[in-house]
């Protein structure tokens, strides 16, 4: 919790309530109510838009909202006066706005504050729109000068969190790894939770290398800092190799070790190797204050060398690769332990890490081919203009109240692309609306002094900052008590606000849910071939991986071979999240798609264990038959019959003899 205070989570949520907070303070001082609620707003929802990046992604993001802030603001203020004209363009910013996600995520997010700043010009009505715009647009550019300020002066703090979370992550991972030697272990809730950590680290990961490959700044040739941060990059990916390389069969793996007396003292080293890594992330923030002794000492070496003594008495190759396991993950956090304290690091090739970027450019054949009803972007994109329209509608037929608004405004930000996701976004929206308005309420009557609750309300903001990104329930709890507490105080007649806010949730959240059946993007149809994708990018990591092990291939290729293999399985697992959630999933076998999912993880592990591993025998001509039937796999798995998987998984039975087959030849070569 500690270390949290100085992540980019709280900094940045610190950042953005002071830059919004103190121009409202000074013009309510002033006396300028109005300047201050333009200003308000202005800031607080650009600040939306400004995600963690570099020096590079900070300009774009910040000329772009700029550029669609004034665009959606003017279009919107010029056809107030005419229901007809404010309806056509709320839906086509809606929809034009929505597609903005063919460009990836900061644009999506882009356009979707451009549509939300339509749905406030609208909400609130002004008397002289002109002055609210310019009052917003000073916000928003107010607020993008202190961002573009502090990552002038700090360029690479967001990559310095990005790692210090791979770091982090890592560690967890570890932690739980220690967790296998335990004989009280049960496999199935174990894999799963692997499975959750692996998620979270993979995009992580990701951003790690976006954030660091794409700063053209760091990767300029003779940058000794871009270098450093390169190294301890590259090695916490490595580092993450090496912890996925633990032998996949807990119950072997503990009866070998058990032989031998070393099954408590495995766990014992694996648990050491996650704290020297939480203190080796501590040290990297640059706030632990721990010395170099700490890390890894003389006794954990003399534990080592004990094992690997034990090992040497055990007829089995497992023991064995468990020691150099442990050895290799030493051997990687000493090497990033020594990148924290030196700047002196080789030269490195800038065209040969650009591969790993995730971004690349669209073509205009590219663009074209989402605007097509098959289009997963553009079906999202039409169904919210859809509701848009719905929601405007009902909105010209309620009598006039204040914050109608609300109900368009819900329908924006609860509305994800996925039935199950949108379903999620749902239920944590109204939870937290609603905790948040009992909390409210009882705050009101108890007739607290206004600077008292003017505090509370900062710290709610604070709150809503700190948590939107990683806690969206308890980050919409924030928000709400900010906005009743501020509102009341501005307008009073809580009761009625409490009302309008549950009532136009309630709306926004029941339309939104009903609409997701309009158009929707099930996981159902595609489920089959991502698990074909999935196994097929394991199929060439482990062809990447045994050319390299026999001088045929290059280091490179096989790291973006991992990587591709990574993405895909997060794709799969990813999917499989939202298929729970969905209507059809009833008819499915969902025991056997999550038996499948676990199977992918461990098949990773197995190549992942092939790659480290110092062994020559672990690259035999036998995998050339392991290749074959991944190759089989991911050509008949478009054929599974996804309603009698589990029949097929566990049993060899000719009807369905895909995994069967896949399970027996894996059995037969890693074990």
Known sequence: MFRWFYSEYFTDALRNTLTIVLPVILFFFLGDKSRAIGIGVGALLISLTDLPGNRGNKFRTAWLSVIFFILSSVLITISLNNPLALGIVIVVLTFLFSMFAIFGFRMALIGLMSTVLGIFIL???????IILITNILIGGIWYYIISLLQVWIWPYRSIHHAIYECLSGTASLLALRAKAYDELLKPKNFDAQNIVLHLKLNAKQELMRDLLIGDKQAMRKGNLKGNRLLAIGTDVIDLYEQVTAIHQDYELLQKELKEIDALKHVQYLVKTLSIALYKCSGRFLGKAGLSKTLILGDKFEADLNHLIQLTHSSSQSLPKKVATNIQSIAKLIRNIDSDIETNNKTEFKKVEYIDFLSKQSLSINDIKNQFSIHAPVFRFALRLSILSLIAMSINYWIPEQH?????LLTIMIVNRPSFGLTRKRNSERLKGTVIGLVLSFMLIQLSLPIWLQLTLS???L??????NRIKYLFSVFCITVMVILCLNLYHGSPLLLIGDRLIFTLMGCGLSFAAAYIFPIWETPRIKMLISETI?????????VLNFKNGNGNLHQTRLARKVSYLKFASFTEAIESLKKEPQSKKLDMSGLLNIQVLCYQINGHIAGIFASTDLADSNNSNSEVLAT???????TLNLDITAIKKGFHNNNESSPLLSKLVFQLKQHFS
């Open 630 to 636: 991944l190759d089989y796999c991911k050509k008949e």
């Open 123 to 129: 909400g609130l009505r002004p008397a002289n729109p």
């Open 458 to 460: 900062v710290l709610s």
């Open 462 to 467: 604070l709150g809503f900052f700190a948590f």
């Open 536 to 544: 097929g990018a394991n199929r060439d990591y482990l062809f990447s």
């Open 403 to 407: 914050y109608t608004y609300w109900f």
